[in-house]
């Protein structure tokens, strides 16, 4: 067991890490951060933040002499930083795991060798291949970069096979998965905690509403049947045991109008539709990150209010700082801003949660709340 008063390293220095670093020194651990950017939202919370890049030796060098373990809290550490680190100190999880989801070719073949179902997909490397894959997967598409997409980034929908072509070469032609553009009838995500030990530990199951390809919305619980909320918390469990993961991870599912269970993608870290566990849930996902990394025991994942997470977009601060007074009023929201100086459009600056014994009155005043902030 890593306990209190040891220095944790975080490679990456976003929001996530930014809550991962909340949440350690709140248990008296030291955090050590990693990231190139000078103004990282973790590293201006850590006891210390080298400002490097994720390849760059010394840096490395600080990680394993200072540190007893190393985190991650962005899917696209170079999986060669992450080896380095292993050859001194825990990594976790590990080079392996982040790589397998690295790639959303390998990640899809990896989900379908669990028995789990995906969209129907083909992956493209090479213009000649586009029109094949797009008749194998059968009607309206979409393309998306292979590797660093995110926030709905590095995708285009087709709906013809000379319109694939072209998004492929929009794309710069890099290698891409094709995937059929399912009918949905819901979108959920699974958030977990798994130890080094192979012990799991699932949260909540969160029903997450999207816009432009950008989590919007997560209302916990779910809207939708126990036995779905269970296959999916079962499925994601599957995968984890499948990575041989240790840490805090999260599957995302589709839900089809035909009431079919698809995998969509996993996040090897925290994830944003677990946001609503810093302020609804006995143990935050980032309280549980530390926990896993550390060997300690995990907290307890359990719900104590339904609750609605909005995102807050860089969009909302085009007219100057969103109006606050609203939800500053409301004696059930919670607002958290990442300390991000500046606010471009599609750009995560922060999220609030709206808690009610009601779940219908908390998605109501969550959208009352976010209408008033513009
Ligand atoms: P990102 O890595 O950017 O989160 P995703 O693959 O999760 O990329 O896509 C972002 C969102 O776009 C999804 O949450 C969903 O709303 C929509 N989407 C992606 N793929 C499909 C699909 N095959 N069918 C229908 N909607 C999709
Ligand atoms: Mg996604």
Not at 96 to 117: F, N, V
Not at 181 to 192: A, F, M, P, Q
């Amino acid at each position: 067991m890593i306990l209190p008063g040891n220095t944790l390293g975080m490679l990456g220095g976003g929001q996530l890490g930014r809550m991962f670093t909340v949440a350690a020194r709140t248990l008296g651990y030291r955090v050590l951060v990693l990231d190139p950017d000078t103004g990282s939202p973790a590293g201006r919370m850590a006891d210390e933040h080298l400002h490097a890049a994720y390849g760059d030796a010394w840096a490395l060098e600080q990680m394993a002499t200072r540190c007893a373990v190393v985190t991650t809290e962005f899917e696209n550490i170079p999986a060669d930083t992450l080896r380095t680190l292993a050859g001194f100190i825990p990594v976790r999880p590990g080079a392996e795991a982040l790589e397998r989801t690295q790639d959303r070719a390998r990640e899809k073949a990896m989900i379908q060798s669990c028995g789990l179902d995906t969209a129907p997909f083909r992956v493209v490397t090479a213009l000649d291949e586009v029109e094949s894959a797009f008749a194998a997967v059968g009607g309206p598409a979409i393309l998306k970069r292979a590797a660093l997409g995110y926030d709905g980034k590095g995708q285009i929908g087709v709906d013809s096979a000379q319109a694939a072509r072209d998004a492929f070469d929009q794309l710069g032609q890099v290698p891409c998965v094709l995937e059929r553009r399912l009918d949905l009838e819901r979108e959920i995500s699974v958030v977990l905690a798994r130890s080094a030990e192979g012990e799991t530990l699932c949260y909540p199951v969160a029903e997450n509403i999207h816009r432009h390809g950008i989590l919007h919305m997560s209302i916990v619980p779910a809207r939708i049947p126990g036995e779905m909320a269970e296959a999916a918390r079962r499925a994601a469990t599957h995968l984890a045991d499948a990575l041989d993961y240790c840490g805090v991870m999260a599957v995302e599912f589709f839900i089809t109008t035909a009431g079919e269970l698809r995998v969509n993608e996993i996040a090897p870290r925290p994830h944003n539709s677990g946001h609503y566990t810093l302020d609804a849930c006995v143990t935050s996902q980032f309280e549980q990150q530390v926990r896993a990394v550390c060997g300690l025991p995990f907290g307890d994942t359990r719900l104590l209010s339904p609750v609605v997470m909005v995102n807050l977009l860089g969009d909302l601060w085009a007219g100057g700082e969103p109006r606050w007074a609203e939800l500053l009023d409301h004696p059930g929201a919670k607002l958290h801003l990442y300390g991000k100086s500046e606010a471009r459009p599609g750009r995560k600056m922060g999220h609030f949660c709206v808690l009610d014994d009601d779940p219908e009155k908390a998605i109501a005043d969550a959208e009352t709340l976010f209408a008033a902030l513009e």
